[in-house]
């Protein structure tokens, strides 16, 4: 797929305490096209900044100081940037290999391996960033949509959301009925919905709780 020029090129992290190996994979992936970042060890990877594109994690297993295994441990249970890892390691083993796709590894090669299987790992880790990146930017901009709505636009969104009629809305709010649809077309217009369908949706996404609503409208 042609990448968008103003979208930033696909990143892969390293880390591998071999120099030889760390060089040869990203002299590889630059040939290809990805931008690389080269890490020793595991503390260096986590003093980075991660760039804002589709990005996946080439690590090494066995290293001086943190394993890649306990990386991804790490990774799993702070708030840092989920990414897709690829594990890699001369002296793997059935145990190793099986912990690290339970904890979501993308693949996990022992070395020598085919650049192929490397560069199709990677795509694949790039596609689930990309993806992840995607819905976190949806979810960032229906977020900032809903929180430019009034209290009581909030109200009746709730209730058109649980498939109440204006009538019974306006019965819940103790307002007339057409002032519920006067918000009610306030609200499809921020929240840049076309439908009533497409609204619902958006409302699962952001996954406010009926009852935080509820004391939105306690506090008016």
């Given at each position: 797929?042609?990448?968008?020029?103003?979208?930033?090129?696909?990143?892969?992290?390293?880390?591998?305490?071999?120099?030889?190996?760390?060089?040869?994979?990203?002299?590889?992936?630059?040939?290809?096209?990805?931008?690389?970042?080269?890490?020793?060890?595991?503390?260096?990877?986590?003093?980075?900044?991660?760039?804002?594109?589709?990005?996946?994690?080439?690590?090494?297993?066995?290293?001086?100081?943190?394993?890649?295994?306990?990386?991804?441990?790490?990774?799993?249970?702070?708030?840092?940037?989920?990414?897709?890892?690829?594990?890699?390691?001369?002296?793997?083993d059935i145990p190793m290999s099986v912990r690290a796709m339970k904890g979501g590894a993308i693949e996990f090669l022992t070395k020598p391996f085919r650049d192929q299987d490397l560069l199709d790992a990677i795509a694949e880790g790039h596609a689930r960033d990309?993806?992840?990146?995607?819905?976190?930017?949806?979810?960032?901009?229906?977020?900032?949509?809903?929180?430019?709505?009034?209290?009581?636009?909030?109200?009746?969104?709730?209730?058109?959301?649980?498939?109440?009629?204006?009538?019974?809305?306006?019965?819940?709010?103790?307002?007339?009925?057409?002032?519920?649809?006067?918000?009610?077309?306030?609200?499809?217009?921020?929240?840049?919905?076309?439908?009533?369908?497409?609204?619902?949706?958006?409302?699962?996404?952001?996954?406010?709780?009926?009852?935080?609503?509820?004391?939105?409208?306690?506090?008016?």
């Amino acid at each position: 797929m042609k990448q968008r020029s103003s979208e930033p090129r696909p990143s892969v992290f390293i880390i591998d305490d071999d120099a030889d190996v760390r060089e040869g994979l990203g002299s590889l992936l630059r040939s290809v096209g990805f931008q690389t970042q080269l890490f020793s060890s595991v503390a260096d990877f986590l003093k980075a900044d991660l760039p804002e594109g589709p990005t996946c994690l080439v690590s090494d297993v066995r290293m001086p100081g943190q394993s890649g295994l306990e990386l991804q441990s790490e990774l799993s249970s702070r708030a840092r940037r989920q990414l897709p890892i690829i594990f890699i390691t001369a002296h793997g083993d059935i145990p190793m290999s099986v912990r690290a796709m339970k904890g979501g590894a993308i693949e996990f090669l022992t070395k020598p391996f085919r650049d192929q299987d490397l560069l199709d790992a990677i795509a694949e880790g790039h596609a689930r960033d990309l993806a992840r990146l995607n819905s976190e930017r949806e979810l960032s901009e229906l977020e900032l949509r809903y929180h430019g709505l009034t209290a009581r636009e909030r109200e009746v969104m709730s209730g058109v959301v649980s498939g109440r009629l204006n009538k019974q809305i306006a019965a819940d709010l103790g307002i007339t009925e057409i002032t519920v649809k006067v918000h009610r077309g306030r609200v499809m217009r921020k929240m840049r919905a076309s439908s009533l369908p497409e609204l619902a949706r958006m409302s699962d996404k952001l996954q406010i709780p009926l009852a935080k609503l509820a004391r939105e409208r306690r506090a008016l």
